[in-house]
C-alpha cells in the first residue's frame, strides 16, 4: 500500500485495511446483530471484497470507510467513514459521498459512532472540496438515525427512498437520507 492515512480521535483509530482485519471483519459482518439494519450478513467473500473496495477508494478519492480500531487496544471495532455512493439517491446532487459506520456489538452504545463520524467530518471539510454529505439508514435503525442527529444532520423526508438494492419486500427497504453541510 501506498496509503498510510490514519485518523485518530480519543478512542479511535481509523486506518486503512490490513488482512489481519479479515477475520474480525467477517466475523462481525456475519453477526445477525451486527447486521440487522441491513439485508443480509456479508459473507467472508463480500467482506474481503468490501475490504479491498475501500483500500482502493482511499487511493483513489483520499478517503473511505476506514477500518476503525480501539487506540487503547489495537481491537477491531467496526468501519467508520465516508465513501462516493454506488447508486444514485433521487433528488441528491451525484456523485454524493455518504458517511457511515457499523461497529461490532461490543463497542455498540459508547459514542463511538459519533466521535469517529466527527473526526472524519472535520477531515472532509479540512482536506476535500466536498460541500455536503449524506448519511442514510432503514428507517427503523433509530440508534443510526441517533447520531445522525448528534452529528448536526438533518432528516430530509422528501428525499426517503426505496434502496435499489434491497429487496421491496425487505423491513430495511424503506431508507431515510439526512445531510450536512461541511
Known sequence: MTTTLQLASERLLLR??????????AAMNADPA????????????????AMARYNAQLARDGFT???AEDR??????????????????????????????RLATTAQGKG?????????????RETTQLHEVVAITAVENQPSRRVMEKLGMT??????FDHPNIPADSH???TVVYRRAL
Open 16 to 25: 486503512e485495511w490490513q488482512p489481519r482485519d479479515l477475520t474480525p471483519f
Open 34 to 49: 451486527v447486521m440487522r439494519y441491513f439485508h443480509a450478513p456479508m459473507t467472508q467473500q463480500e467482506t474481503e471484497e
Open 65 to 67: 470507510m476506514f477500518a
Open 72 to 101: 487503547a487496544t489495537g481491537e477491531l471495532l467496526g468501519i467508520l467513514g465516508a465513501q462516493t455512493m454506488r447508486f444514485a439517491i433521487p433528488n441528491v446532487a451525484q456523485p454524493a459521498v455518504e458517511i457511515g459506520w
Open 112 to 124: 463511538l459512532a459519533t466521535e469517529g463520524a466527527n473526526a472524519i467530518l472535520n477531515y472532509l
Open 155 to 160: 432528516y430530509m423526508p422528501a428525499l426517503d
Open 172 to 174: 430495511v427497504n424503506r
